[in-house]
């Protein structure tokens, strides 16, 4: 077979063999050629004897559309001038050199038919117009270190569905998801897989088709619809990705050519037996451009804010859920995957090189240092890693009963011997609250058929959220959490919604919605996460009353206290060092509307001269039992100029009242009337708008 050459693709192809090639979906798969209704084919398939087109176009027939080689390294190409329509159904017919025939889908196909189909469709992603101009304007002008970031995890499929039981597609969650995200205070979505993919029961982690989204919800551009509403209403869209294996589904990248091409050719390094699935060859540049391209291809045509790698352990580590003698070591002995570790970097120096503002989070289980920090600084390059030790520990110290939990303090303050190792996000995930774990609600400790257990369990995971939105790092709550549903997540039925009807569950959605709120509207809580000047200890080592305090600053030095009493014993008189100056209660998880017993320090609390905790000064308040107390520290700017708000008004009045005499005499009674009335409208005025005059940053000091 002759080569068919067109010039202008000479470097995209040369780019694609090297590994380098970060839109290799404009050059592969099936496009639109010029004017008209030709469309060209591309796939590749390096050990291939004969490659043709099948689909509605030709009746299936494996002789009307051969394909040829485009060049000596694998790429087939295969023109045809007329028939394929928009929506067509086609696979490629590949005949291998060991003599087998396989039907595959097109790897860099955009949409596919609904399972159980498993062919590609023609379709191109020209026609939506984006209208999230604001958004990526103001996505890029500040560091998202620096910014509130609280994830709301969703699974499409299972967050509602209708009443007969179907899907939402993607427009009825533009229209039903993005409401109640926004009236809650998160600022995120993050899905799982949205990738097309057989098998239900996978939840989307064993893609079929890498650069198809799932036609479950609908059309490609009905994702795009709801990614631009998202960010229309200001909330950010995290896709979940698998970069890490694919299953072995006759259709998919499994053995594409008749032997190993997408995957490591060595079972020993090719396969996660107990997934089922196949590793990728991290090693092959073909493969490189392939993942690479496939991460760019969401970020630049789906406008996505974020990837969540899935499964990083499972690339770093060759030994990885295998045996003695199922693995083989690297070049230097070790159990270090070097490609996987070099194709990391070259991932995210890609990502970042064109999305300098978008998030690369690591879902990474293990000790590998630097997972997120810089490559030229010898880390990986993610900007995010997941927090999993801080996640075992946190559920783990819920779970115990309140004695036990004194012998089990470090389960809270060891993550703060690591915090800012890395740029940490708490996850409770999806993960968390299937398979038998229980969800949130069911891991807290007690009997919920026990009355007084079934409120104790509430009380622990109002505790356990407050704890969580205080600890330094971003924040991930998977959907019914929010909630506390009683039932593990299924993936076959909507969530718990009915849970709603009982005050239990109505009071923790309000209770979540206001912490939602008080982190979004509170820097200290968000503005220095990765660092020990965001953050200080004030009672770390309190495990026989199980109490926890600590500070957490913005960049103007305002900052919030922290008291955790973690167990069902109120603390009367409780004493805790702090600076000098007076403070107000934010927020507590005891107040009645929460479900609490409404106990909480009432009015603003002043420090009194009983040294603590290395403080000068300190506080003495109730903590109520099973709490998490929020308090501001009142800055002396705000006394200052209420004081001086004060002066203005009775200076105001009494300059008015000057006037108003001097009036008096040239008018009449009822004129003078007036005239006080307006003399007191002014000194209001003046106490509303005066603390707005002086609080630049430089006139702020602290007590």
């Known amino acids: ?109 955009v949409h596919m038919e609904t399972r159980p189909g498993t062919a590609t469709k023609f379709y191109e992603l020209d026609s939506y117009k984006w209208n999230d101009a604001k958004w990526m304007d103001a996505r890029s002008s500040t560091p998202i270190y620096d910014k509130p970031v609280n994830i709301y995890e969703v699974h499409a499929g299972s967050w509602k569905r209708f009443s007969d039981g179907n899907f939402f597609s993607y427009r009825k969650l533009a229209d039903e998801l993005i409401p109640y995200v926004s009236d809650m205070g998160y600022t995120h979505i993050e899905f799982m897989p949205l990738s097309e993919y057989p098998f239900d029961g996978s939840w989307g982690y064993q893609v079929t088709g890498y650069f198809a989204p799932t036609s479950r919800y609908g059309l490609p551009e009905d994702l795009m619809y709801l990614i631009d509403k998202c960010h ?58 392939f993942l690479i391209s496939n991460a760019m291809y969401w970020f630049d045509m789906f406008h996505i804010d974020g990837l969540r790698v899935d499964a990083v352990a499972s690339m770093l580590y060759l030994d990885y859920d295998r045996k003695n003698g199922e693995w083989i070591p690297n070049s230097y002995g070790g159990r270090e995957n070097l490609e996987a570790v070099d194709f990391i970097k070259k991932l995210n120096e890609a990502v970042f090189r064109e999305h300098p503002d978008v998030m690369m989070i690591a879902e990474e289980s293990t000790a590998w240092p630097m997972v997120s920090k810089p490559t030229y600084l010898g880390g990986l390059g993610f900007n995010f890693k997941w927090n999993m030790g801080w996640m075992n520990d946190v559920c783990r110290y819920f779970s115990l009963d309140g004695l036990s939990r004194k012998y089990n303090h470090d389960c809270l303050t060891f993550s703060f011997f690591y915090a800012f190792s890395e740029n940490y996000m708490l996850p409770i995930s999806h993960d968390e609250v299937v398979h038998g774990k229980c969800s949130l609600i069911g891991k807290m400790s007690g009997n919920p058929d026990v009355p007084e257990e079934y409120v104790q369990k509430f009380a622990d995971m109002r505790s356990m959220l407050g704890y969580m939105y205080a600890h330094p790092g971003k924040k991930i709550t998977f959907m019914g959490q929010e909630f506390a549903q009683f039932k593990e997540w299924d993936f076959e039925s909507e969530l718990d919604w009915k849970m709603l009807e009982y005050d239990a569950h109505k009071q923790m959605l309000e209770y979540t919605k206001a912490l939602n709120k ?100 300190s506080i003495c308040i109730d903590l109520p039992a099973n709490s998490v107390l929020f308090l501001k520290k009142i800055r002396e700017v705000e006394i200052t100029d209420l004081k001086s708000a004060g002066k203005t008004t009775k200076k105001a009045a009494g300059t008015d009242s000057k006037k108003t005499t001097a009036t008096a005499k040239k008018s009449t009674a009822t004129d003078s009337k007036k005239t006080v009335v307006k003399a007191e409208k002014s000194s209001d005025t003046a106490l509303k708008i005066s603390p707005k005059k002086t609080t630049k940053k430089s006139h702020i000091k602290e007590v």
């Open 1 to 109: 077979m002759g080569i068919q050459k067109e010039w202008d693709l000479d470097l995209p192809v040369y780019l694609f063999h090297e590994g380098n090639n970060t839109k290799s979906y404009q050059l592969l798969g099936a496009h639109t050629k010029g004017i008209g209704d030709t469309v060209v084919f591309r796939v590749w398939a390096p050990n291939a004897a004969f490659v043709s087109v099948v689909g509605d176009f030709n009746n299936w027939d494996a002789d009307i559309n051969p394909m040829y080689p485009f060049d000596d390294n694998g790429v087939w190409e295969c023109v045809i001038e007329e028939g394929v329509k928009k929506f067509d159904a086609y696979k490629y017919h590949i005949e291998s050199t060991n003599g087998s025939v396989l039907m595959k889908s097109d790897p860099y196909g």
């Open 232 to 289: 229309q209403n200001n909330i950010g869209i995290i896709l979940d990705w698998v970069p890490a294996h694919f299953p072995k589904d006759a259709n998919g990248l499994y053995e594409f050519d008749g032997g190993p091409c997408y995957e490591y050719a060595d079972p020993r390094k090719g396969e996660h037996k107990s997934w089922g699935t196949k590793v990728f060859d991290f090693g092959r540049t073909e493969v490189q451009s």
């Open 518 to 617: 008080l982190y979004k509207e509170t820097p200290a809580l968000w503005q220095i996460d990765y660092s020990w000047e965001g953050f200080s200890w004030l009672v770390s080592d309190d495990n026989v009353n199980s109490v926890l305090a600590f500070r957490r600053m913005d960049e103007n030095e305002n900052e919030i206290i922290i008291v955790c009493n973690l167990t069902s014993v109120e603390r009367k008189d409780y004493r805790i060092g702090v600076k000098k100056g007076s403070y107000e209660l934010l927020l507590s998880s005891n107040e009645k509307r929460f479900g609490g017993n409404g106990k909480v320090p009432k009015g603003k609390v002043k420090t009194t001269n009983v040294a603590m905790h290395d403080q000068q000064q």
